[in-house]
């Protein structure tokens, strides 16, 4: 006989501004454009986003922008297009374009900023919602909202890499939606005793997060790792864990902590400064909830682990939780409460793990075959997720910035192994060092096809260096010209070449690899045996 299992009241979708079909995602479009013209001046400078950071003139009109008040807007997709808006702006302004990196936001922007994020239960900073979530369009607006008729509208870099890097995201959270339906059905069967409801339901949740997993790999499909790396990725870093991309301490918001102006920062207090992550996917609600869901627990990382059994005295619950934990704060605030509520809801693990000892019939072992399943296909994604940081970000961080992409002809379900970079690189030295330098040569075979795992780039192509094809001969000269330009700072926020024994952080500030490895093993240790 089962014992009872602790259950509060079943958590209702609707409540937490979640659609039943499309999830997380809203239901209907953001808006594209905020109704009362008094905030004409914001939209001017995200209508022109790309072309003032382009030429270098973003933070001029930023600093000529007016202080508006925000009691005009009137709803909360007014106050959601208005996060994403000064988001944008507020990392263009930070980060720059082939600027010294700034510490103080103008007040400008700053104080409407806060005002609204405090509003909407966020910080004040770039934030998954603002970057994907609430940052996108209708191809077709007579159309329905689906994968297909879903566009991206503001980047950083005018690519459609960056596009195509928010459109997985938001893809992923309209595939993913329907799991949150199921879940709430999965808790009412095992509450009802309906053990063929409870198995119905898993399996489409473990169909659910399948389909996820194959909309993941496509990042592959048309995202440039150098792009992403090198001209979209400083733009989401926030200002937590910073030091080494120039912001030691924070940045100041002007005429929040510290009146206007601020003219010289070095005279400003450390604890004026506010420190937060950037955007990232693992704020996304959705991850989190089927964590919620299925029992994935997660822990402080190693370090954290160990500082804490080494000085107990020292512990602070509020301090030493898992990074996953702390970057709830960047989640909508309903959508925040949804995931504490669903904790509170059920224990679906323990009901199950309890059912499987008391239970021999054919559909028990049928929920748990079906329970494993769905956990299993998180440790998926997580490996999944773990392969695209390694190509995307860890590689291009230890080659640098001149020695171009990844891209070697790679399909979504199969990214590149580390024995095709390895061959591809033996064949440009063996080229070069089996040639008379003297002679001219010809296109190689590889450079023709395309599909060479690292190309040295010339300047035909600024956005896609990597792309461009190369005689032996300009390969060579580029080579000579490489020592000299490894030299030239070429550093950007978090974008920047590291040696191979030093740590590679997230935007949010975090020791990527590592800390993603305990997510995929924490996952692992939730399956039931």
């Known amino acids: ?25 809203p239901a209907t479009p953001p808006l594209s454009k905020l109704p009362d ?60 374009k082939n600027e010294p990196v700034k510490e ?14 405090d509003y909407l239960g966020l910080p004040p900073v ?35 890499d960056e596009m195509w890097f928010y459109l997985i995201s ?65 733009y989401l870093a926030g200002w937590e864990n910073m030091q080494n991309a120039g912001l030691p301490h924070g940045i100041i918001y002007e005429g929040v902590d510290c009146p206007a ?43 954290e682990w160990r500082e804490w059994k080494k000085n107990p005295e020292l512990y602070n619950p509020s301090k030493h939780v898992n990074y996953l934990m702390k970057i709830r704060d960047y989640m909508p605030n309903l959508h925040r409460q949804f995931l504490y509520d669903l904790k509170e809801a059920f224990d679906i693990r323990a009901f199950i793990e309890e059912l499987k000892s008391n239970d021999k019939s054919p559909i028990a072992q049928e929920v748990f075959d079906n329970y494993n399943l769905a956990v299993g296909n998180i ?29 070697i002809g790679v399909t979504a379900e199969q990214p590149p192994a580390p024995e095709q970079v390895k061959a591809s690189q033996e064949s440009i030295q063996k080229s070069l060092s089996q040639n008379n330098t003297s002679a001219k040569p010809s296109i190689s075979t590889e450079a023709q096809s395309g599909v060479l795992q690292s190309r040295l780039a010339t300047g035909g192509d600024i956005l896609y260096p990597q792309r461009t094809p190369h005689t032996l001969e300009s390969t060579i000269q580029r080579i000579n010209q490489l020592e000299i330009k490894k030299k030239v700072d070429s550093n950007h926020g978090i974008a920047k070449q590291v040696a191979d024994d030093d740590i590679v952080r997230g935007t949010g500030g975090t020791d990527l690899i590592p800390f993603l490895k305990q997510a995929r093993d924490e996952t692992i240790d939730t399956q039931l045996s």
């Not at 600093?63 to 000064?86: F, G, W």
């Not at 994968?147 to 005018?158: A, E, F, Q, R």
Request: charged share 20%; proline share 7%; with cysteine.
């Open 37 to 96: 013209s008094y905030y004409q001046p914001w939209e001017d400078i995200i209508n022109n986003f790309n072309s003032l950071l382009l030429i270098g003139k973003l933070r001029e009109r930023v600093l000529k922008l007016p202080l508006l008040e925000v009691d005009r807007l009137q709803t909360l997709k007014e106050y959601q297009r208005a996060y994403t808006i000064l988001g944008f702006i507020t990392h263009a302004y930070i980060w720059g």
């Open 104 to 117: 103080v936001l103008p007040a400008c922007i700053a104080v409407p900023f806060c005002k609204i994020s």
């Open 126 to 160: 770039m934030s998954y919602a603002s970057s994907a979530m609430w940052n996108w369009h209708l191809l077709d607006p007579n159309e329905p909202i689906n994968v297909d008729n879903i566009v991206m509208t503001y980047t950083y870099s005018g690519s459609t």
């Open 379 to 407: 440790k998926e994604f997580r490996d999944k997720h773990i392969s695209i940081v390694t190509r995307f970000i860890i590689l291009p961080a230890k080659k640098g910035p001149f020695l171009g992409s990844y891209n």
């Open 170 to 234: 938001v893809q992923i959270e309209h595939f993913g939606g329907k799991a949150l339906d199921n879940m709430i059905k999965a808790i009412q069967a095992a509450q009802n005793w309906d053990l063929e409801g409870l198995s119905k339901n898993l399996a489409a949740i473990a169909d659910a997060i399948t389909d996820i997993n194959k909309t993941l790999i496509k990042m592959h499909e048309k995202c440039d790792p150098y792009v992403f790396y090198w001209k979209v990725r400083p």
């Open 261 to 303: 102006p601020v003219t010289n920062p070095e005279e400003v207090s450390p604890s004026k400064y506010r420190q937060y992550a950037g955007g990232s996917a693992g704020q996304s609600s959705l991850i989190q909830a089927l964590d919620v869901f299925l029992g994935v627990n997660h822990y402080p990382t190693s370090s």
């Open 1 to 25: 006989m089962l014992s009872n299992i602790p259950a509060s009241p079943l958590p209702r979708l609707q409540d937490y501004d979640i659609d039943p079909h499309n999830g997380f995602l």
